[in-house]
């Protein structure tokens, strides 16, 4: 899988590479100079297993790099798990990504890029050091997946107050080769950190860092995964429209590269809370990012999506080119709540606020487009109600019943290491620890 920067497209890589790299050295993101076509064997895949998919998928992209054996390798340790499809209303069926070791979708990319990782890493004979950022979701995926992974560090930065108490136990009670380190700031400043951390040619020479987040290309291949094996579960025929909730836009992004690869797609939509940058951008061709503010949906409180520079490279930073693709729409908290609300007590179904978010923007889009309701609509449904205690509380009066992975943490203690929201407090501990 030969790979690009973003911001220069004379500096290359391979997938095997990349997925040490994090970040290209010139601060932009790794992108595919390809997108082969794998539409007959899409348009084929109809009841084949989850892993199955991805072994075909991930061998075609890799190919070149390592063998089928390696493949397999990767594929079966990492998912252990599938989608499933539910419907939720005449119209809506949601797709459930929260079958994994910690709820949410992020299992998927986290658990095969450490696959990856640790098959790879045999071969360099190094130790990594992780570094991500989290608005939620993607730290306590990360720590999971890379507990006691050999040679590999893994160092978590989330903002304080601002992620979910259940979200906040993930991240700080695994111990061993994960340090949850707890910023007093945003999600946006503990992003930025990271991504100092990674333009700094001197401490980059001093610890060898990667990136774990969506920035990763080794997080958004299997993304891309299942919105095929979505595909495969359903009759064949009807125009297919997924609608993503979206905060740092790497599982959009993910969807798209797999449209490129052959998955017959109509339509997305960009659903977004009050963080409403790309819904913007796709109205009026401007692109304004500025700092997140605090919703119910907090894992989508971001206000400068990462992932947005990969769109403007796969699009030619042509707002025309997103709008044949991808419609974009906002859903505020008060909405947000009554979807929640509504969908429990009309149908008994409880939703977490980023599904809420996506089904009534996928709703509204049904209601303006008569013929989207001929659609095959997919809402990505990216976490349990459970993660959302409080949220879900608040809104509907019952408690979700929590899986066994997440009411085991709740008596765990919580260790975190705080620190301030400047670069250089990060860089200090890194050099001191590692």
Known sequence: MKLFSTRDNNHKSIYKDAIFQGLTPDGGLYFPESFPDMSDFIKNCHGMSFNSIAEHIVYE??????????????????????????????????????????????????????????????????????????????????AKAFEGKDNIEVVILYPSGKVSPLQEKQLTTIGGNITALEVKGTFDDCQKMVKEAFGNKDLKSKVNITSA??????????????????????????????????????????????KKWGLPVKQFIAATNNNKIVPEFLDSGIYNPRPSVQTPSNAMD??????FERMMTMFDSNVENFRKVIKGDFVNDEDTIKTMQRYYSERGQILDPHTAVGILATERFQQANSEAKKYNSLVLSTAHPGKFVEVVEDAIKVSPQLPAALSSLLNKEKVSTVIGNEYSELEKFLVTNY
């Open 213 to 258: 987040n969506s920035i990763n290309i080794g997080r958004l291949v299997p993304q891309s995964l299942y919105y095929i094996y979505a595909y495969s579960q359903l009759k064949p025929g009807s125009d297919l429209m997924f609608t993503v909730p979206s905060g740092n836009f790497g599982n959009l992004t993910a969807g798209l590269f797999a």
């Open 302 to 307: 971001v206000g400068a999506p990462s992932n």
């Open 61 to 142: 992209l890799i190919k070149d790099e390592t063998s089928k054996d390696s493949v397999k390798r990767i594929v079966n340790n990492a998912f252990t798990f599938k989608p499933e499809i539910m419907r939720v209303s005449e119209d809506i069926s949601i797709l459930e990504l929260y079958t994994g070791p910690t709820c949410a979708f992020k299992d998927y990319g986290a658990s095969f890029l450490a696959s990856s990782m640790e098959e790879f890493l045999g071969d360099r004979k190094e130790k990594a050091v992780i570094l991500a950022a989290t608005s939620g979701d993607t730290g306590s995926a990360v």
